[in-house]
């Protein structure tokens, strides 16, 4: 069975700073998707950004970038140049991509992102 | 347009009442989904319908009972519930559930924060 790990319950960063929030994952399958979705205090859960297994460049939207380590099992969101709208709890998704699979996303714990003015 | 809708907001009810939460999404999506989510905890999904037929029900107590009346409408129907029902219930949409790829990523609803006196 999948599981996904993120081993850091919160963190903190200052406004236009960098921070990357880490995300492992175990799996035997070679072909699937990680998402990070961000929900803010508003609740609704957001796609931040996706990465499929097979693409090896590393998935980038705006200030959002991942790093993506197959090998490591490594999954790791940086947020560059933060602003106070990042701040909220940020869950890392894993969720399979061969033929006949389901669409079940498997949550991380997820990590509170704090952001100081 | 990728919006899911959820009412109402807020519910408060009591543990011998009976209530409904509304699900809606207009993106011509065929699965759709519940979960519930604790507050600092991942989503945990509860069912699941793919073309309008219970797909999934993840062992969820039969206090919870869902419905969907048509492709764009999910039910939750609410019945003698416990205090420890008390979260953020969470509905979603995708393309299809039993099947994988890019396009298939599941578009969450802002949710219904449910309180049970």
């Known amino acids: 069975a999948q599981t996904v790990t993120q081993s850091q319950p919160e963190m903190s960063v200052q406004e236009a700073e960098t921070v990357t929030l880490s995300c492992t994952y175990d799996?035997?399958?070679?072909?699937?998707?990680l998402f990070w979705y961000k929900q803010p205090p508003s609740r609704q859960m957001i796609l931040v950004i996706r990465?499929?297994?097979?693409?090896?460049q590393n998935a980038t939207e705006n200030r959002f970038s991942v790093n993506f380590q197959k090998a490591a099992k490594s999954f790791s969101l940086k947020i560059s140049d933060s602003q106070l709208g990042d701040a909220a709890m940020y869950f890392c998704?894993?969720?399979?991509?061969?033929?006949?699979?389901?669409?079940?996303?498997?949550f991380g714990t997820g990590t509170l992102l704090a952001v100081q003015p | 347009d990728t919006e899911v809708t959820q009412t109402p907001k807020h519910l408060v009810m009591g543990m011998t009442n009976k209530k409904s939460l509304k699900c809606e999404q207009h993106?011509?999506?065929?699965?759709m989904y519940w979960y519930k989510q604790k507050a600092k905890k991942p989503p945990e999904l509860m069912f699941v319908?793919?073309?309008?037929?219970?797909?999934i029900n993840e062992s969820v107590p039969s206090r919870f009972s869902p419905e969907c009346p048509n492709s764009s409408l999910l039910n939750l129907h609410l019945h003698a519930l416990q205090p420890e029902d008390s979260a953020l219930y969470l509905c979603?949409?995708?393309?299809?559930?039993?099947?994988?790829?890019?396009?298939?990523?599941?578009?969450f609803g802002p949710g219904t924060r449910l309180t049970v006196t």
């Open positions: 993106m011509g999506h065929r699965a």
């Open positions: 990465q499929e297994a097979y693409k090896q």
């Open positions: 979603a949409s995708s393309q299809d559930y039993f099947t994988s790829g890019e396009r298939y990523e599941q578009y």
């Open positions: 998704a894993y969720r399979t991509n061969y033929g006949g699979a389901t669409n079940k996303l498997i």
């Open positions: 799996t035997s399958e070679s072909d699937y998707y």
């Open positions: 319908y793919s073309y309008e037929k219970l797909s």
